[in-house]
C-alpha cells in the first residue's frame, strides 16, 4: 500500500511548487498556440483561394473553372458536419460535468464542487453557453454548405414502367 500525508490532496500530490505551474502554464500556452495559428492559417489559404482569380489576353481562370477545386463544396460540407456534431458532443459533456459539480452525487460520493468554487463554475457555465452558440452557428452554416452542394444537382427523375409517366420528385 502506497504511504500518503495524511494532509494532502489529490491536487497537492500531482505538482510540487511553482516550478512545475510555470512549466503547466507554459505547456497549455503552447498547446493554444499550436490550435489557434493553424486555425488562422487555414482561414488565411481559404480567403486567398475564394479571391483567386485572373483575368488577361487569354481569358479569366478562378478557383471554380478548375475542376478539382469544384470539390471543396463537398469538404466543407463533411467538415461542417463534422465540427457540428464534435462541437455538440463537447457542449454535452460540458454540460453533464457542471451539473455534477453543481449538485453532486451521493451516490458515488461526488460532493458539490460549486459550494466552493463558485468563481471556477460561473466561467464554466459561460464557457458552455458559448460553446452551445457555435453549435446553433456550426448548424446554420451545415445547412447553407448543404444547400451550397445539393442545389447543384438536378432533381432525381422517376420513371413508373409501363405507364410512361415521368416524375421530378423534388422542385427546385
Request: charged residues 15%; proline residues 2%.
Amino acid at each position: 500500500m502506497e504511504k500518503r500525508d495524511k494532509g494532502s490532496s489529490p491536487m497537492a500530490m500531482m505538482g510540487s511548487g511553482d516550478e512545475n505551474e510555470d512549466v503547466k502554464t507554459t505547456m497549455r500556452t503552447a498547446e493554444t498556440l499550436l490550435r489557434l495559428v493553424p486555425m488562422a492559417l487555414c482561414v488565411s489559404a481559404l480567403v486567398v483561394m475564394l479571391k483567386n482569380s485572373q483575368t488577361n489576353d487569354f481569358g479569366s481562370l478562378s478557383y471554380s473553372d478548375l475542376g478539382a477545386f469544384r470539390y471543396l463544396r463537398g469538404l466543407f460540407f463533411l467538415l461542417d458536419q463534422l465540427l457540428t456534431y464534435v462541437i455538440l458532443a463537447a457542449g454535452t459533456v460540458s454540460t453533464e460535468v457542471l451539473y455534477l459539480a453543481s449538485k453532486g452525487d451521493t451516490t458515488i460520493t461526488w460532493s458539490e464542487a460549486c459550494v466552493s468554487f463558485g468563481g471556477f463554475c460561473h466561467r464554466a457555465l459561460i464557457s458552455t453557453v458559448i460553446t452551445f452558440a457555435v453549435v446553433i452557428c456550426y448548424a446554420v452554416l451545415s445547412l447553407l454548405s448543404s444547400y451550397n452542394l445539393f442545389s447543384k444537382y438536378d432533381s432525381p427523375v422517376l420513371t413508373y414502367p409501363g405507364k410512361g409517366i415521368e416524375v421530378a420528385t423534388l422542385h427546385g
